[in-house]
């Protein structure tokens, strides 16, 4: 039986938490909080006009990206920087926040409501196998385990899989049952496949463009539909959800959506679809819309 297309995109909405808050944005920047620190970085999107300017010349830390490539570009700090690390938390989860030459903090604030998602998902599962797959810096792979679930963590860099293992250490989830693999998603996947492995929840957040731990060359739109084939075929027999995020631009929830449908056309269930956005608190909260996802379930 093939899943159920949601007819209607969704916007997932992050707001703030105890350690972050989008606090203003516009003039193609956006001011967030990290903690105790204020961080300005580029958003072009964000054409209209901010609540606060000021706020903006007293940040800690500012991105300035360089002309020909703005998610590369250097770090200004205020008078008390640099900075290289801080503690943050999400819920049961504790992790470094980062300044990373690419204006990324080691983490994506907005996909907290993935992360809401995903645990409310595996609470209802017994001691579930969850495989995350472009695990970064480990998130969302300690959510899952922090909620009760057996993980494997997968990523192409050493340098992201060792910050996820002392990520889980700040969290007090060494001694979980946490698989840590450095490796290329395609080819620890299709191993699986040959294996005949099986896996109650797969998150998927691929980039564009990528190399794998040799070299191995990724690209979203040629090696995505073989990819979710392989992932689909890892299910279980009562799998729980299958997870795409994607920031690639020239590309829509509802793409994800139908490649996602290709993938798991005998498996019953839903597919819903949609974009993952930041949002100010208070009264006229703006947000910005900042990924797309979409998410088989059962």
């Known amino acids: ?3 159920v297309l949601s007819s ?3 916007t997932l909405v992050t707001r703030g938490w105890s350690d972050y808050a989008l ?3 516009g ?3 956006k001011l967030e909080r990290y903690g105790r620190f204020t961080v300005v970085r580029p958003e072009p999107q964000c054409f209209w006009a901010p609540r606060d300017p000021a706020a903006f010349e007293r940040a800690t830390a500012v991105f300035d990206p360089q002309q020909e490539e703005e998610d590369a570009g250097r770090w200004r700090f205020d008078a008390h920087g640099p900075i290289d690390a801080f503690p943050l938390k999400w819920r049961d989860v504790r992790f470094t926040g980062r300044f990373t030459p690419f204006r990324h903090l080691a983490f994506f604030p907005e996909q907290a409501a993935n992360w809401e998602w995903m645990d409310a998902r595996v609470r209802t599962l017994k001691q579930p196998k969850i495989l995350n797959l472009f695990g970064y810096t480990g998130v969302a792979s300690l959510a899952a385990a922090a909620a009760g679930a057996h993980v494997t963590h997968v990523d192409a860099s050493k340098k992201s899989v060792a910050y996820a293992r002392e990520n889980a250490e700040q969290s007090g989830l060494s001694d979980h049952p946490i698989r840590w ?4 998603a395609r080819k620890f996947v299709a191993r699986e496949v040959r294996r005949g492995s099986k896996y109650d929840g797969i998150i998927l957040d691929p980039p564009k463009y990528g190399r794998g731990a040799n070299g191995e060359v990724w690209r979203l739109f040629e090696d995505m539909p073989e990819l979710l084939k392989d992932c689909a075929a890892l299910l279980s027999e009562d ?3 299958l997870l795409l995020n994607a920031y690639a ?3 829509s929830g509802l793409s994800l959506a139908h490649a996602m449908a290709e993938a798991t056309h005998d498996r019953g269930g839903r597919i819903d679809w949609g974009e993952l956005a930041l949002s100010e608190d208070g009264p006229n909260a703006r947000a910005i819309g900042l990924s797309f996802f979409a998410r088989w379930s059962a």
Not at 181 to 184: A, G, Y
Request: net charge negative; proline share 9%; aromatic share 4%.
């Open 27 to 29: 003039h193609g920047r």
């Open 181 to 184: 693999i450095v490796e290329d």
């Open 8 to 10: 209607t995109p969704e």
């Open 23 to 25: 606090l203003d944005s």
């Open 1 to 3: 039986m093939a899943p």
């Open 249 to 251: 631009a020239r590309i």
């Open 239 to 241: 799998a729980s959800f």
